[in-house]
């Protein structure tokens, strides 16, 4: 089983739509986890981050993480067609595992008019 | 804001030559990684470099890697005698501190093609 798993699409949604993008893990030492969102041949570019089980919110943004489940989304509201792009979800332990982030494999989006 | 800046943005080299990827992190930050990302495959840890030592590396970081950081504000990646599976998209990051709330920073990539 990988670290994380991460459907790789494509998903393609009409303007306007909720997108919801998720990870699953299965290491219990992950405790920090964060979504990147990556242009074409980009470097990934951080949209938010979080170290508990809950929702935080960022603008249009929404990050969700459940550690029982090992199970964390990013729900994207009103979405754009800027908003087409691959989304990363990474993860690293708060402990032991230094700054090393573990990568999904991405996720792309696509956001039609 | 800030960012990370990596040179160069596409580099060709033939196999067996030496390669220095070079990045200037973010000002502040102590903290210095490589990642690398092969076509199509997820974004993969390379090394960690803090207080001008390898701090963690990963299995692809072998003997014919090595980082260094020669002045206050370049960190390179070198690599010995390239080959083509070396042929990715490297990315330099940086981050202030480790644990919660030190968030890691991503330049835009140098492209590496080995032929």
């Known amino acids: 089983q990988k670290e994380v798993e991460q459907d790789p699409g494509p998903l393609s949604v009409p303007e306007g739509a909720i997108v919801s993008l998720n990870c699953t893990y299965s290491?219990?030492?992950?405790?920090?986890f964060m979504w990147y969102r990556q242009y074409s041949r980009k470097g990934p570019e951080l949209l938010m981050y979080t170290y508990s089980s809950g929702n935080k919110e960022d603008g249009r943004f929404t990050a969700q993480v459940d550690k029982s489940s090992k199970y964390i989304s990013l729900f994207i509201r009103d979405s754009q067609p800027s908003d087409s792009a691959t989304y990363l979800c990474?993860?690293?332990?708060?402990?032991?595992?230094?700054?090393?982030?573990?990568f999904g494999t991405g996720t792309q989006l696509k956001v039609e008019l | 804001e800030p960012e990370v800046t990596q040179t160069p943005s596409h580099q060709v080299t033939q196999m067996g030559q030496e390669v220095i990827l070079r990045c200037v992190p973010i000002s502040n930050h102590l903290y210095f990684y490589w990642y690398r990302q092969i076509l199509g495959q997820k974004v993969e840890f390379l090394v960690s470099f803090y207080n001008n030592e390898i701090s963690e590396k990963s299995e692809i970081f072998d003997d014919q890697f090595s980082v260094e950081r020669p002045d206050g504000s370049n960190f390179t990646l070198k690599i010995r005698s390239t080959k083509l599976e070396d042929s990715a998209m490297y990315f330099c990051?940086?981050?202030?501190?480790?644990?919660?709330?030190?968030?890691?920073?991503f330049g835009e990539g140098s492209w590496l093609t080995v032929v």
């Open positions: 290491n219990s030492a992950f405790q920090y």
């Open positions: 990051a940086s981050s202030v501190g480790q644990g919660a709330g030190n968030t890691i920073y």
């Open positions: 990474a993860m690293k332990e708060l402990t032991g595992g230094g700054n090393k982030l573990t």
